[in-house]
């Protein structure tokens, strides 16, 4: 059953012309048992075959039949041609123009259902009746035309609404995989911060306890060895963080991403000092307030705040700079305070966003601050060096 109704779907016009065959023959049986009629014989002819027409033809060309039908209705009236079951063609057609999208067929069909009725019944009164009598055969005329019309009518409506869901729904996907597409964007563009980070900062200790191991191989191995111990242990971590940023760039489907390690945070800041210290920059680390637990978001802005300053420190300061770095817990947020008295004139190439003129250094940490609510102060200090003074809130739920 499934194959048949498939396959009348294809072949609209071969069910209707099967249809049309069908009333040709009730036709001719009608014709037959009732004896001629009161019309021409070939108008009769003519006028039936015009109607049966309309009904073969009826979704191929609505609007042409249509005119056709109402042709065949003008001939009927005017040669005399008796009512018939050819008729019914009239009631097929007003209801397939009204279920299509033509709105000028749609408004005549209904004008030729509430006419046409009250045509055919003056045209074939018998005036042996009474007027009331008149009146409502006429209206038992016209409600099966009104009917159609407006079944019709209500199929086109169903149709645009159905059509408009679907409109809806592909247009909502549509934005939907765009929505997707921009995450995508904008997670590659987090981990590419993440990977500037960290190669800027591990890659530039490996440089200077590589420069120092050499310069003091021959006269203390000792601190050779230490520096290539540091320059081993930066190294891992650095492929441990490259390992994790990197897995999630990957593509292939079914694929794992990777070893995984947590994300830096505000404990770890410690160890980010000792490290710097370790490549020959003097730190002077402290942390003000109670320590308590904060949001990753915001442990992971703090830290990153802090390598980029004290990698820039070790760039740019000179050979002689200090730094400092304060942590400062408050009810409501959390404050660092990156400080240093190295070369401020090199700075104003960082603060630009880098001397590389890549634009990743203010810039990262400016999008940073902002991605989490917070404010950021930088520029030059007085007498010489750089200060960079951060709050991070930390909102209630977040």
Not at 39 to 53: F, Q, R
Request: charged share 20%; glycine share 10%; proline share 4%.
């Amino acid at each position: 059953m499934q194959r048949l109704y498939d396959f009348l779907r294809r072949h609209p016009t071969g069910v209707d012309s099967f249809w049309a065959v069908l009333l040709l023959g009730l036709i001719v049986l009608s014709s037959s048992s009732d004896g001629p009629g009161r019309g021409p014989v070939i108008a009769e002819i003519l006028i039936y075959a015009a109607l049966c027409l309309v009904i073969a033809l009826r979704r191929r060309a609505p609007e042409k039949m249509l005119l056709l039908a109402t042709a065949a209705g003008v001939a009927q009236l005017a040669l005399d041609v008796s009512q018939h079951p050819a008729d019914f063609a009239m009631l097929v057609i007003i209801y397939t123009v009204a279920s299509g999208n033509t709105r000028w067929a749609s408004r005549y069909a209904l004008v030729g259902a509430l006419v046409a009725p009250a045509l055919a019944t003056i045209r074939w009164s018998t005036y042996e009746g009474s007027l009331s009598s008149e009146v409502i055969q006429t209206v038992f005329l016209t409600v099966p035309f009104v009917l159609a019309w407006v079944l019709g009518d209500s199929i086109r409506t169903r149709r645009a609404y159905w059509a408009q869901l679907e409109e809806r729904a592909a247009r909502l996907e549509k934005e939907r995989e765009q929505q997707s597409r921009m995450a995508v964007v904008a997670e590659r563009a987090r981990i590419a911060r993440e990977l500037h980070d960290v190669v800027a900062h591990n890659v530039s200790v490996m440089v200077v306890q590589a420069d120092g191991a050499a310069y003091v191989l021959d006269a203390s191995p000792e601190q050779a060895k230490q520096a290539l111990e540091t320059i081993s242990g930066t190294g891992r971590q650095a492929l441990a963080e490259m390992r994790r940023l990197l897995g999630v760039l990957r593509t292939d489907e079914g694929g794992e991403g990777g070893e995984y390690v947590p994300q830096p945070d505000v404990e770890q800041i410690g160890d980010l000092v000792e490290q710097v210290r370790s490549a020959g920059l003097p730190v002077d680390f402290r942390i003000e307030g109670s320590p308590r637990p904060l949001p990753s978001g915001v442990e992971l802005t703090a830290y990153r705040i802090v390598q980029e300053a004290l990698t820039n420190t070790r760039k740019h300061g000179g050979p002689d700079a200090a730094a400092s770095v304060r942590l400062t817990y408050f009810d409501d947020g959390l404050g660092l305070l990156v400080e240093d008295d190295g070369r401020g004139a090199q700075h104003e190439l960082y603060e630009e966003g880098g001397a590389d003129g890549m634009g990743h250094g203010m810039i990262g940490m400016r999008e940073r601050v902002g991605m989490v609510g917070g404010t950021l102060d930088a520029g030059p200090r007085a007498g010489g060096g750089f200060r960079i003074s951060v709050l991070l809130p930390i909102r209630a739920g977040r």
